[in-house]
């Protein structure tokens, strides 16, 4: 048992979701080519020195590939970070996670959570068994992050580089550093184990340990559908009619356009979301634009989603449909 100079335990928990940090390549030259999720938790955490004063705690919560994440792991998850940090001698919570969804993950963490003590996500871009993996100096970066005394809120850490869940994106396919935060910026920076901050945490909630809204499944249908060049409005009229004979994802409740420049919209495209409307499908606009708001107009049709994403503002829209605060940008 490690304690601080208090005498009170202290502990991180490394919870375990998959991707590439956890990936395995048949040859260590290979980047790509490689499966995801294959490696547990416990594993990665192998050779990796906790914190002064600090022990681990490793817990697989799943072992996916990131672009098949669920509603019902983000349910699991976000169960599994409200018990540890109920826990006093949690100082803070470490996830390993692919980075194809990591930002979304981050941003449900965020909005349900709100916590008062750090939960910390990071990924690799290199597989577990690359020549040179990115894995490990990460997660010792989300340690050390999450055993920060002062630390709150959901971040993502990546590179050396501490961001914001609500505004960090995914943009490179392939370089390691492969994170950005867009106007906001990074909250801070890991060197050598301490955290240099450039702007405040995010807000978390008073209560250190947050209580867990109910998140039952299943979550609220809510699809994106895309503005563009030459786009036809047939595409949601075809969601509007599989919504009302009930497939597998249930009725549609909601539908984010992911719009063009500061949230227009394709003639057709808007015509045929004022039918869903009337429908009673629930529309929100977000733009495709990578940095940047919607700054509103009084004539504007729909309503928009600030500065979130497309991804981030289904989430969003999924939220207030099961009558749950969102977190805006
Ligand atoms: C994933 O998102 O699980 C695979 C890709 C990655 O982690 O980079």
Same mark, same amino acid.
């Given at each position: 048992?490690?304690?601080?100079?208090?005498?009170?335990?202290?502990?991180?928990?490394?919870?375990?979701?998959?991707?590439?940090? $956890? %990936?395995? @390549?048949?040859?260590? !030259?290979?980047?790509?080519?490689?499966?995801? #999720?294959? *490696?547990?938790? +416990?594993? =990665?955490?192998?050779?990796?020195?906790?914190?002064?004063?600090?022990?681990?705690?490793?817990?697989?919560?799943?072992?996916?590939?990131?672009?098949?994440?669920?509603?019902?792991?983000?349910?699991?998850?976000?169960?599994?970070?409200?018990?540890?940090?109920?826990?006093?001698?949690? $100082? %803070?919570? @470490?996830?390993?996670? !692919?980075?194809?969804?990591?930002?979304?993950? #981050?941003? *449900?963490?965020? +909005?349900? =959570?709100?916590?008062?003590?750090?939960?910390?996500?990071?990924?690799?871009?290199?597989?577990?068994?690359?020549?040179?993996?990115?894995?490990?100096?990460?997660?010792?970066?989300?340690?050390?992050?999450?055993?920060?005394?002062?630390?709150?809120?959901?971040?993502?850490?990546?590179?050396?580089?501490?961001?914001?869940?609500?505004?960090?994106?995914?943009?490179?396919?392939?370089?390691?550093?492969?994170? +950005?935060?867009?106007?906001?910026?990074?909250?801070?920076?890991?060197?050598?184990?301490?955290?240099?901050?450039?702007?405040?945490?995010?807000?978390?909630?008073?209560?250190?340990?947050?209580?867990?809204?109910?998140?039952?499944?299943?979550?609220?249908?809510?699809?994106?559908?895309?503005?563009?060049?030459?786009?036809?409005?047939?595409?949601?009229?075809?969601?509007?009619?599989?919504?009302?004979?009930?497939?597998? +994802?249930?009725?549609?409740?909601?539908?984010?356009?992911?719009?063009?420049?500061?949230?227009?919209?394709?003639?057709?495209?808007?015509?045929?979301?004022?039918?869903?409307?009337?429908?009673?499908?629930?529309?929100?606009?977000?733009?495709?634009?990578?940095?940047?708001?919607?700054?509103?107009?009084?004539?504007?049709?729909?309503?928009?989603?600030?500065?979130?994403?497309?991804?981030?503002?289904?989430?969003?829209?999924?939220?207030?449909?099961?009558?749950?605060?969102?977190?805006?940008?």
């Amino acid at each position: 048992m490690n304690t601080n100079e208090t005498g009170v335990e202290r502990r991180v928990v490394v919870l375990g979701t998959g991707g590439t940090i $956890a %990936g395995r @390549a048949s040859a260590a !030259g290979d980047n790509i080519g490689y499966t995801a #999720a294959q *490696v547990g938790v +416990a594993d =990665l955490l192998g050779g990796i020195e906790a914190p002064a004063g600090v022990s681990l705690v490793a817990e697989q919560v799943a072992q996916v590939d990131s672009k098949d994440m669920t509603h019902a792991i983000w349910q699991a998850l976000a169960a599994r970070c409200a018990y540890w940090l109920a826990q006093d001698e949690v $100082a %803070g919570i @470490a996830i390993t996670h !692919g980075t194809d969804t990591l930002e979304e993950t #981050a941003y *449900v963490l965020h +909005a349900v =959570l709100r916590p008062g003590k750090p939960v910390v996500l990071t990924c690799a871009m290199r597989p577990a068994t690359a020549l040179a993996p990115d894995g490990p100096q990460n997660v010792r970066d989300a340690i050390a992050v999450a055993a920060t005394p002062g630390a709150q809120g959901v971040t993502v850490v990546c590179a050396g580089t501490v961001h914001g869940a609500i505004d960090v994106q995914k943009v490179h396919t392939y370089r390691l550093d492969a994170f +950005a935060s867009g106007d906001a910026g990074a909250i801070g920076y890991v060197e050598q184990g301490a955290v240099r901050r450039v702007r405040p945490w995010p807000a978390g909630g008073e209560q250190a340990s947050p209580a867990l809204p109910d998140l039952a499944l299943p979550w609220p249908r809510v699809e994106i559908v895309v503005s563009h060049a030459g786009a036809s409005g047939a595409v949601i009229d075809a969601l509007l009619s599989a919504g009302t004979t009930g497939g597998n +994802a249930g009725p549609l409740r909601g539908i984010v356009l992911a719009a063009t420049g500061n949230g227009t919209l394709h003639a057709d495209i808007e015509a045929a979301a004022e039918r869903a409307e009337r429908a009673g499908v629930r529309v929100l606009r977000a733009t495709r634009c990578l940095a940047g708001r919607i700054l509103p107009r009084p004539d504007d049709r729909f309503r928009d989603a600030g500065g979130l994403g497309p991804m981030k503002a289904r989430i969003a829209l999924m939220l207030e449909l099961m009558g749950l605060p969102a977190a805006g940008a």
